[in-house]
């Protein structure tokens, strides 16, 4: 068991599925954007409280073999489990392009518009092919009547800025979205 994982930092970016062929190989479904941090010697969290080293990983056939694993009897004990990383392990696996963000640094940034604050991002979501952001609207706004929460989506020409350091992602045309939910 390892000691270097915090629950409350943890990510699932992968369920292993059932056994395939006689030797221990898995199904793997990837439940992330990074399919790339999934590699031989890759070491990952496994059900929240032990590690395990992927042997062999063919993205392919979506298939994955555990170090140490060579029988079907063995795998079947990970039939289901889950995978998980670290917020830092992420950070350093995994490759964002320029004006990319990871949606843990997005949670809790605060959304103004022309100065104004509308709300904090309380979720991230992926509807279809685009991204939204889910706002918790300002106090002082739901007093005035308007919906406590909100989608806006998250990509041009609704949003101006992100700004993970500050955590403030400014946006235009948010208020009519607001007014209108």
């Known amino acids: 068991m390892s000691n270097q994982f915090k629950e409350n930092s943890l990510i699932h ?13 898995m199904k793997f479904h990837i439940k992330c954007d990074f399919p790339e941090q999934f590699k ?29 694993i060579n029988t079907v009897e063995d795998a079947k004990k990970f039939t289901n489990a889950s995978l998980y990383s670290t917020y830092e392990d992420t950070k350093k696996n995994c490759h964002l ?13 605060a959304v103004f518009e022309e100065g104004k604050l509308l709300g904090s991002v309380s979720e991230v979501e992926r509807i279809s092919v685009s991204d939204y952001l889910s706002i918790k ?11 406590k929460s909100f989608l806006i989506p998250y990509h ?22 607001l007014e209108a939910s």
């Open 156 to 177: 041009k020409p609704f949003i101006i800025s992100t700004d993970i350091d500050k955590k403030v992602i400014t946006v235009v045309g948010a208020m009519d979205i």
């Open 13 to 25: 970016i992968a369920t292993i599925g059932k056994t395939v062929g006689i030797k221990g190989d």
């Open 40 to 68: 031989s010697g890759a070491t990952f969290l496994i059900n929240k409280k032990d590690t395990i080293t992927l042997s062999e990983v063919n993205h392919d056939r979506g298939i994955i073999k555990i170090a140490g």
């Open 97 to 109: 392009d320029e004006g990319q963000f990871f949606w843990f640094d997005i949670l809790g940034c």
């Open 137 to 147: 609207t300002s106090d002082d706004l739901v007093q005035t009547g308007l919906s």
